[in-house]
């Protein structure tokens, strides 16, 4: 059992920047896919961002906004968000899945609590 943890996100202007944090305390991401997902209110949990060894992959919309990374030492994975939109509202997770990486949700087996990120216009 891998738990993920999600220290970060907050109340941000548009045009600004947030980073998100993603630990497995007590575990590792060794041999797992990791990636972000986002929820907004009344909607679907959709694909925000993925990484697989050093290729990543986004959703169109946040293309050239988002980066993400991960440091295996550290066992983090992390979400830099600039250019935040206010459409960009979200409880945003992480997620992490044996096998090859995905953007289905369904797919992935380890999921953290969430942490909201807010921007307003």
């Known amino acids: 059992q891998v738990q993920l943890v999600e220290p970060g996100g907050g109340l941000v202007q548009a045009g600004g920047s947030l980073r998100l944090s993603c630990a497995a305390p007590g575990g590792t991401f060794n041999n797992l896919q990791t990636g972000w997902f986002r929820q907004a209110p009344g909607k679907e949990r959709d694909f925000v961002a993925g990484?697989?060894?050093?290729?990543?992959y986004y959703v169109d919309s946040v293309k050239g906004r988002f980066t993400i990374s991960r440091d295996n030492a550290k066992n983090m994975v992390y979400l830099q968000m600039n250019s935040l939109k206010p459409e960009d509202t979200a409880i945003y997770y992480c997620?992490?899945?044996?096998?090859?990486?995905?953007?289905?949700?369904?797919?992935?087996?380890?999921w953290g609590q969430g942490t909201q990120v807010s921007v307003s216009s």
């Open positions: 990484i697989t060894g050093s290729f990543t």
């Open positions: 997620a992490a899945k044996y096998g090859s990486g995905s953007v289905r949700s369904r797919e992935y087996n380890y």
